[in-house]
């Protein structure tokens, strides 16, 4: 393992071929950064929530990052190099645990448990203390000019960080495809229950999955062999490709959750052809059949379905709301 990384500190020079490859990797990343905004505000109706916020701000901190690591490695700003670290700092912390908040979101949406959701954002929380804090104040420290203090700490550091990143990301898509397969056989056999469609989202979420561990791996590669400043761009361009992943996937969930609704396949727990349900309590729900019968479960598929389109769409692509409570017809 080499502590060396080329590009790390203040007024460092990258190689002509390696400064062609950071060019490329961070201009395409910019440009996916475009894309992604417009693929937000067009596929979002409801312009509020976690999901919207985090898949916003992990974009726009894919921004910051980018133009942070142009001006620091071609020595564009080396006069003010607060500005370019601030820049790199506080668009990696957006974009990292922006992608972390939005598997998170997309996690919300299958788990009914709380407490693994709480232990899930516990994790999110703590990783955020122990990694981003120490890493920033590293960072600032090696692209100060007192560098040579803080550039083997700092090296060190950035390996631990990558790869706990690294593992908080994988655990949660791990997470995420155990549920949905369990969601995916509620109520019968897959085949049966949902057939091409079930199957076929449940096989694209195992290959996105192992195309993210594939790309992270790449990340990890690259920062333990002490090529900092193709790691860097790397991974911004890494972060967006997932950003763009994670938009196929959401506009599957959706069609699903459309063909749930349209289907009533939920209907097959229920009691007749109206279910009650409140949006602030879809963990722990009551449903009523016209106030005739109470319950303390309900359908995980009518649950799914309302979570994603209130998510997306908000309250009026729903149904009819009385209150706080949403009627699905």
């Given amino acids: 393992m080499s502590l060396e990384n080329s590009g790390s500190t203040i007024g460092s020079e990258i190689p002509q071929f390696v400064s062609y490859i950071v060019t490329s990797l961070l201009s395409i990343a910019l440009y ?35 133009v942070g690591f142009i001006l620091k490695d071609f020595n564009l700003a080396n006069s003010i190099s607060y500005f370019y670290v601030t820049l790199i700092v506080f668009g ?26 709480n232990l899930v954002l516990g994790m999110i929380i703590l990783n955020v203390i122990i990694l981003h804090i120490p890493t920033v104040v590293l960072c600032y420290g090696a692209n100060s000019s007192q560098y040579k203090r803080f550039n083997i700490p700092y090296a060190v550091y950035e390996r631990i960080q990558v790869t706990i990143f690294f593992v908080q990301e994988l655990t949660i898509s ?61 991974k911004g361009f890494i972060y967006s490709v997932k950003l763009k992943l994670e938009f196929d996937i959401l506009n599957r969930l959706v069609k699903l959750a459309r063909r749930s609704s349209d289907s009533n396949s939920g209907f097959g727990y229920g009691y007749g052809s109206r279910y009650a349900c409140s949006i602030d309590q879809l963990g722990d729900i009551q449903g009523s059949d016209d106030g005739a019968v109470r319950r303390r479960w309900s359908c995980p598929w009518n649950i799914f379905a309302i979570k994603v389109k209130h998510e997306i769409f908000g309250p009026a692509e729903n149904g009819t709301r009385h209150g706080s409570q949403l009627v699905i017809a």
């Fill in 92 to 117: 990696w912390c957006a974009m990292v645990t922006g992608q972390s908040l939005v598997l998170f979101s997309r996690l919300h949406l299958i788990v009914r448990k709380r407490a693994i959701l």
């Fill in 32 to 66: 996916n950064v475009i894309e992604l905004t417009v693929l937000i505000f067009f596929t979002f109706n409801r312009r509020k929530g976690l999901y919207f916020w985090s898949l916003l701000i992990a974009t726009w901190g894919i921004a910051s990052y980018a």
């Fill in 174 to 234: 791990c997470l995420y495809v155990y549920e949905t397969c369990r969601l995916l056989h509620t109520g019968g056999r897959l085949n049966d229950m949902h057939g091409v469609a079930g199957r076929t989202l449940l096989l694209h979420l195992i290959y996105v999955s192992i195309i993210v561990v594939l790309l992270d791996t790449a990340i990890i590669v690259l920062q333990f062999t002490g090529r900092y400043a193709s790691q860097t761009a790397a």
